[in-house]
């Protein structure tokens, strides 16, 4: 088992910064691709952003891009989200996710991930 644990949640002000940390534990494990998701009130989840085990590889949902940037530090089992430039439709809860199985991972398939942490609430604020 997997164990994902979100942190980094909370209130900003439009035009604001947040930096979400996600910390994996539970399993010795290599060669797994990581993504955040989202969802707001009354909507379904959304694909924010997705990043491949080495890092070579970045996907972001439209709305994100240039102002969102995953990370991950393979060392600390730990992927990143620096938010920038936040606007008030990006309110909702931020799920980290991994995906073990790559052969049939796509970046913003949110049922190609194989384990989900319990989230993390932001805010933005106008």
């Known amino acids: 088992q997997v164990q994902l644990v979100e942190s980094g949640g909370g209130l900003v002000q439009a035009g604001g910064s947040l930096k979400l940390s996600c910390v994996g534990s539970g399993r010795t494990y290599s060669n797994y691709a990581m993504g955040w998701f989202r969802q707001a009130p009354g909507k379904e989840h959304d694909f924010v952003a997705a990043i491949s085990w080495n890092s070579g590889n970045t996907y972001y949902a439209d709305s994100v891009k240039g102002r969102f940037t995953i990370s991950r530090d393979n060392a600390k089992n730990t992927v990143y989200l620096q938010m920038n430039k936040m606007k008030p439709e990006d309110t909702a809860v931020y799920y980290c996710?991994?995906?073990?199985?790559?052969?049939?991972?796509?970046?913003?398939?949110?049922?190609?991930?194989?384990?989900w942490g319990q989230g993390t609430q932001v805010t933005v604020s106008s």
């Open positions: 996710a991994a995906s073990f199985d790559l052969s049939r991972w796509y970046p913003d398939h949110q049922n190609t991930y194989d384990y």
